[in-house]
Every structure is written in structure tokens, then in C-alpha cells.
């Protein structure tokens, strides 16, 4: 893999893939990756497969919550206040950028300093391989369930509506 063709934001996501001696497996696409619908299009595969990252906020201590979502499952605000215990909100996308460094849509799964309070969608444990941002709107990578788990650091847990 030649990493220099990369933008700065995925070679920082493969950076963190090698370090936990994973390697990674990206697809370059021709079209936006921004949307799982879009996503799943591009690469060939269920919606399900696809994990988005979104970022909450909790509303009183103001901490980010990385939320790690199948493609095809709505996140539950009233579950996801229940898991953190406490009311949370979707950050906008200046938070997102400012927070995570990536813009909506080019958000991956790990990487940051210190790495986000992170929730992990148990709807995807049932797929031998996922497809996460690798923080470009055109680049994905795939992952294992467990490789995303420990990259993540994050918590499975139902999330869905």
C-alpha cells in the first residue's frame, strides 16, 4: 500500500490500525462514502454492514459519546441516556470537526486522544466483516467485530429503536 496517495486523516486511521496490528483493507471509491446508503452502494454489501460513527454530547457534563451504529439501525436517544445515565444530544457538525478532527461523514471508529466514551451496536456482531469511515468521505476500511471492539475500546450494547 503506497500511504502517501492518502489524505492526512486516513493515514492518521491507518497509523492507529497498524499500531494494533491490524492491517488494513481499504477501499478507495469513486463516490461519496458520507451516508451508510451511500456506502453500502459503493462497496457492495448490506446496509447492516455498514457502522457509522456519530457523535453525542451529554447534555449536563458535556462529554462525547462516539456511537458506533449499524448502517441500517436509527440510534435511540431514550436508550442511549439509559446505557450513559444521562440525557445526551447529536452534536452538530462543527462539534463533530472540532472534537474528532474529521468532518460528518469521514468520521472513523477510532484514533483520537483521549478516544471518546464509545458505544458499540450489538446488531453488529452478526457479520463476519464491517465497513467503517477511514476518515475521508471516499475511504473505507473493513474490519472484523472484534478488531472494531478493540480499536474502539467501545461497549456493546442495543442502541437501536
Request: hydrophobic share 40%; aromatic share 4%; glycine share 8%.
Amino acid at each position: 500500500m503506497d500511504k502517501g496517495t492518502y489524505p492526512p486523516g486516513v493515514l492518521r486511521f491507518i497509523n492507529i490500525l497498524e499500531a494494533h496490528s491490524i492491517l488494513p483493507v481499504l477501499a478507495d471509491l469513486p463516490n461519496s462514502t458520507q451516508t451508510a446508503p451511500e456506502a453500502a452502494q459503493a462497496v457492495g454489501c448490506q446496509l447492516n454492514q455498514i457502522v457509522k460513527s456519530l457523535l453525542f454530547i451529554t447534555n449536563n457534563t458535556r462529554r462525547p459519546i462516539l456511537v458506533l451504529a449499524s448502517g441500517a439501525n436509527r440510534v435511540n436517544p431514550v436508550r442511549l441516556a439509559e446505557v450513559i445515565g444521562e440525557k445526551i444530544h447529536l452534536a452538530d457538525a462543527q462539534t463533530v470537526l472540532q472534537l474528532t478532527g474529521y468532518p460528518v461523514g469521514s468520521v472513523p471508529p477510532a484514533g483520537y486522544t483521549p478516544q471518546p466514551s464509545t458505544l458499540i451496536d450489538s446488531d453488529l456482531a452478526g457479520f463476519d466483516i464491517l465497513w467503517v469511515s477511514a476518515g475521508s468521505d471516499h475511504i473505507i476500511a473493513s474490519l472484523s467485530f472484534q478488531d472494531l471492539c478493540q480499536l474502539s475500546g467501545g461497549r456493546v450494547t442495543t442502541i437501536s429503536q
